[in-house]
C-alpha cells in the first residue's frame, strides 16, 4: 500500500487549495478513505471520510467549508479546502486501513497565513 499526497502550500486565510492523494497497491475503489491532519502539538484528527457507497462524514471544524471526493479511476483521493483559516494549518494525511491495518502518506503542509 502507498499513498502520496500532493497540493499543499501557503496560502492566505480565506484561500483554498486542493490536496491530492495518489493511491497504489490496493483495490481503491473497494475502501474507506479519509483525510487526517495534525497541527503543532495537537493529535491527528479526522478530517473527512468517504465510504464506498459515497456517504460522507466531516469534522465540524471544516463542514461547509471542504468537500471529499475520489476517483476511482485515477485511484486518486482529493479533499478541495475553501476559506481557509489559520486554524486550518496542518500536515494533512491521506489514509486508508487494509487487511486491520493503518496506511498513511508522509503528509503535505497546509500553512495558512497572512
Known amino acids: 500500500v502507498q499513498l502520496v499526497e500532493s497540493g499543499g502550500g501557503l496560502v492566505q486565510p480565506g484561500g483554498s487549495l486542493r490536496l491530492s492523494c495518489a493511491a497504489s497497491?490496493?483495490?481503491?475503489?473497494?475502501?474507506?478513505m479519509r483525510w487526517d491532519r495534525q497541527a503543532p502539538g495537537k493529535e491527528r484528527e479526522l478530517v473527512a471520510m468517504l465510504r464506498t457507497s459515497g456517504s460522507v462524514i466531516y469534522a465540524d471544524s471544516v463542514k461547509g467549508r471542504f468537500t471529499i471526493s475520489r476517483d476511482n479511476a485515477e485511484n486518486t483521493l482529493y479533499l478541495q479546502m475553501n476559506s481557509l483559516t489559520p486554524e486550518d494549518t496542518a500536515v494533512y494525511y491521506c489514509?486508508?486501513?487494509?487487511?486491520?491495518?493503518?496506511?498513511w502518506g508522509r503528509g503535505t503542509q497546509v500553512t495558512v497565513s497572512s
Open positions: 489514509n486508508v486501513v487494509v487487511r486491520s491495518t493503518n496506511y
Open positions: 497497491g490496493f483495490t481503491f475503489s473497494s475502501y474507506t
